[in-house]
C-alpha cells in the first residue's frame, strides 16, 4: 500500500519493471555528518576527494564501473548525465562521477553543456571565464576555455558566455568535432545537460555521447514522467543504467527489507566503510 500511494520510485523492481532499466546505484541523502572532515564541511562533489572510503565515494565507483560494463570491448568515453526535471542533483552526481574518476587516475574531462542554468561552472568558481560558448562560437580555442581542477585530478571546461540559442550551438558542426577530438583525448568525457523536460537541449547532446545516465530523485519524480523521459532519449539504446539519487535510508526501511540491496550494507557492512 506504502508503495502503490508513493508516485516515485521506491524500490530497485519499480525501476526495472517500468523503465527496464538497471539501477547502477543507489546514492544515500548525505547529512551533516557524512560531510564533515577534519578541515570543516565537504561539498558533496568532492566526496570522492576527501573520503575515497565512503559509502558515497563507493556509490560513484559502482556508478563507474557499471557504465563501464555496458559495453566491455569498447567502454563507453563520452557519458551525459541527465534527469527528468530539475532538482534530481544530477550536476551532484556528475561533478562527483568526474572527481571519482579523476581519483583513479584517468585523464577526465568534465563538460558543463547546462547553458541555461550553468549550475556547475557557478560552483567551481568560473562564471567569468571563457568556455564552451566561446569555443562554439570561435572566439576562443581548446586550450584557453579548458581549466585544471588540481585538487580534483580532472579538468573542466565550463559553459562560458551567456547565449540565446543555446540548442544551435549544441547541434552544430563545431560542438561534433569537438566531442570527436575530446573522445580521442580523454578517458572520461563527462557531459552535464540540462533535464529532459523543459527544453530539447539534452536530446539534442545525447546523439553526441555514447551512453547517458539517468538521474532520478528517490521517492520524488513522478514514475510516468520518468518513463516519458525515457522514450524520448531514444528508449534503451543510450541509457547506460540508473541512479536512484538522494535516498532516505530510514524511510526505506519501511518498504521492506528487500527495498534495497544498500540496505543490507548499511547495517551490515557499516564498518567497511570510513566515516
Same mark, same amino acid.
Given at each position: 500500500?506504502?508503495?502503490?500511494?508513493?508516485?516515485?520510485?521506491?524500490?530497485?523492481?519499480?525501476?526495472?519493471?517500468?523503465?527496464?532499466?538497471?539501477?547502477?546505484?543507489?546514492?544515500?541523502?548525505?547529512?551533516?555528518?557524512?560531510?564533515?572532515?577534519?578541515?570543516?564541511?565537504?561539498?558533496?562533489?568532492?566526496?570522492?576527494?576527501?573520503?575515497?572510503?565512503?559509502?558515497?565515494?563507493?556509490?560513484?565507483?559502482?556508478?563507474?564501473?557499471?557504465?563501464?560494463?555496458?559495453?566491455?570491448?569498447? %567502454? =563507453?568515453?563520452?557519458?551525459?548525465?541527465?534527469?527528468?526535471? +530539475?532538482? @534530481?542533483?544530477?550536476?551532484?552526481?556528475?561533478?562527483?562521477?568526474?572527481?571519482?574518476?579523476?581519483?583513479?587516475?584517468?585523464?577526465?574531462?568534465?563538460?558543463?553543456?547546462?547553458?541555461?542554468? +550553468?549550475?556547475?561552472?557557478?560552483?567551481?568558481?568560473?562564471?567569468?571565464?571563457?568556455?564552451?560558448?566561446?569555443?562554439?562560437?570561435?572566439?576562443?580555442? &581548446?586550450?584557453?576555455?579548458?581549466?585544471?581542477?588540481?585538487?580534483?585530478?580532472?579538468?573542466?571546461? =565550463?559553459?562560458?558566455?551567456?547565449?540565446?540559442?543555446?540548442?544551435? &550551438?549544441?547541434?552544430?558542426?563545431?560542438?561534433?568535432?569537438?566531442?570527436? @577530438?575530446?573522445?580521442?583525448?580523454?578517458?572520461?568525457?563527462?557531459?552535464?545537460?540540462? =533535464?529532459?523536460?523543459?527544453?530539447?537541449? %539534452?536530446?539534442?547532446?545525447?546523439?553526441?555521447?555514447?551512453?547517458?545516465?539517468?538521474?532520478?530523485?528517490?521517492?520524488?519524480?513522478?514514475?510516468?514522467?520518468?518513463?516519458?523521459?525515457?522514450?524520448?532519449?531514444?528508449?534503451?539504446?543510450?541509457?547506460?543504467?540508473?541512479?536512484?539519487?538522494?535516498?532516505?535510508?530510514?524511510?526505506?526501511?519501511?518498504?521492506?527489507?528487500?527495498?534495497?540491496?544498500?540496505?543490507?550494507?548499511?547495517?551490515?557492512?557499516?564498518?567497511?566503510?570510513?566515516?
Amino acid at each position: 500500500m506504502r508503495q502503490k500511494l508513493n508516485s516515485g520510485f521506491t524500490i530497485t523492481k519499480q525501476v526495472e519493471d517500468m523503465l527496464g532499466l538497471p539501477v547502477l546505484a543507489s546514492v544515500s541523502r548525505m547529512g551533516g555528518t557524512d560531510l564533515r572532515a577534519d578541515s570543516g564541511m565537504t561539498p558533496i562533489h568532492q566526496l570522492p576527494l576527501s573520503k575515497p572510503l565512503s559509502r558515497y565515494s563507493e556509490a560513484m565507483r559502482s556508478l563507474r564501473s557499471g557504465i563501464h560494463m555496458t559495453d566491455v570491448d569498447q %567502454p =563507453p568515453k563520452v557519458i551525459q548525465i541527465t534527469s527528468a526535471v +530539475p532538482g @534530481e542533483g544530477k550536476t551532484t552526481i556528475a561533478m562527483s562521477l568526474a572527481a571519482s574518476a579523476g581519483t583513479a587516475n584517468l585523464k577526465t574531462l568534465f563538460i558543463d553543456a547546462d547553458l541555461r542554468h +550553468p549550475t556547475a561552472t557557478r560552483i567551481f568558481g568560473l562564471r567569468e571565464q571563457l568556455g564552451l560558448v566561446d569555443l562554439l562560437v570561435g572566439e576562443a580555442d &581548446l586550450e584557453a576555455v579548458v581549466k585544471r581542477h588540481e585538487t580534483g585530478g580532472y579538468s573542466v571546461l =565550463p559553459a562560458g558566455s551567456r547565449t540565446q540559442n543555446p540548442t544551435d &550551438l549544441l547541434s552544430s558542426e563545431r560542438m561534433k568535432r569537438l566531442i570527436t @577530438e575530446l573522445r580521442d583525448d580523454y578517458d572520461l568525457v563527462v557531459v552535464d545537460s540540462p =533535464p529532459v523536460g523543459p527544453v530539447i537541449d %539534452p536530446i539534442v547532446v545525447s546523439h553526441l555521447c555514447d551512453k547517458a545516465l539517468l538521474v532520478i530523485r528517490w521517492g520524488a519524480t513522478a514514475r510516468e514522467l520518468v518513463k516519458e523521459t525515457v522514450d524520448q532519449l531514444f528508449g534503451h539504446r543510450k541509457i547506460a543504467g540508473v541512479a536512484l539519487n538522494m535516498v532516505n535510508d530510514r524511510r526505506a526501511q519501511k518498504y521492506g527489507k528487500y527495498a534495497y540491496s544498500y540496505y543490507y550494507r548499511h547495517h551490515h557492512y557499516g564498518n567497511y566503510y570510513s566515516k
